[in-house]
């Protein structure tokens, strides 16, 4: 394992690389090297998961102070879930770095998502115990930042432009368009207008400070209006 070459892509550099060396061995590693044995990311998994369930609710508390708390755990429970790590850990590229014995790998161990969550996890643990909490917290802000964004839109269920699609083809093959129809606003604070086309026709409209958001608005305006029925 090229140790420097994934510091650069984590961001962070390690005063003790063996605790990173550590985070990604995992335990079969051990079993299979008789004359080198040394300890695997268990530990550091479970010491990272705490830690990042603490930054993750520190987040959502102090950035969204009006949210529920039965919403709160929704959403944090979406963040640290094992599917939302597997893919940190694909983004991160972890997976050629993983130590494990050939049977663990040809089994397909390297891209198994439990491995891949717990892996991250375990890295989350290093980083801490390396360079305390405010080192650990800055990392899973900016490695996170997308999955936190998609969380907040998801809400626990499905996007509205996926459930729109849903519903509508279940009828069989339907036209689904979101046009632009307007931009409002100076470049970095642009407001972004939307009209949903489905098989020529408006369909519903929104408004958004991204285009993205813009198209879900559309798209929870046409559930509203209840194009599933109408098309």
């Known amino acids: 394992m090229n140790s420097s070459e994934f510091q650069k ?3 962070y550099r390690f005063r003790k690389p063996e605790l990173l060396t550590r985070a990604l ?3 079969s590693f051990n079993g299979s090297q008789e004359e080198y044995q040394e300890e695997n990311y268990e530990k550091l998994e479970f010491l990272g998961d705490a830690f990042l369930d603490a930054v993750v609710s520190q987040w959502l508390i102090q950035d969204h102070p009006d949210m529920k708390e039965g919403d709160l755990s929704k959403t944090r429970a979406l963040i640290v879930c094992e599917k939302s ?15 494990m014995s050939r049977g663990e790998e040809i089994t397909g161990g390297r891209d198994r998502p439990s491995i891949l969550a717990d892996t991250v996890e375990a890295v989350i ?3 801490f115990l390396d360079g305390g909490y405010d080192a650990v917290r800055d990392f899973i802000l900016k490695t996170f930042r997308e999955t936190f964004q998609e969380a907040l839109q998801d809400g626990g269920k499905k996007d509205f432009k996926t459930q729109l699609q849903e519903l509508l083809q279940q009828r069989g093959t339907v ?6 129809v307007k931009e409002e606003g100076p470049p970095h604070d642009k407001t972004f207008y939307v009209n949903l086309i489905i098989e020529g026709s408006l369909g519903g409209s ?8 813009a198209e879900q ?15």
């Open 217 to 231: 608005r559309a798209a929870e305006d046409g559930l509203k209006r209840g194009v599933g029925i109408v098309f």
């Open 175 to 180: 036209e689904i368009r979101y046009v632009v």
């Open 25 to 27: 061995t995992h335990s």
């Open 85 to 99: 790590l597997a893919r940190i850990a694909l983004q991160l590229g972890i997976p050629p770095f993983i130590r």
């Open 206 to 213: 929104g408004q958004g400070r991204s285009k993205k958001e």
């Open 9 to 11: 892509i984590l961001s």
């Open 125 to 127: 643990g290093a980083i």
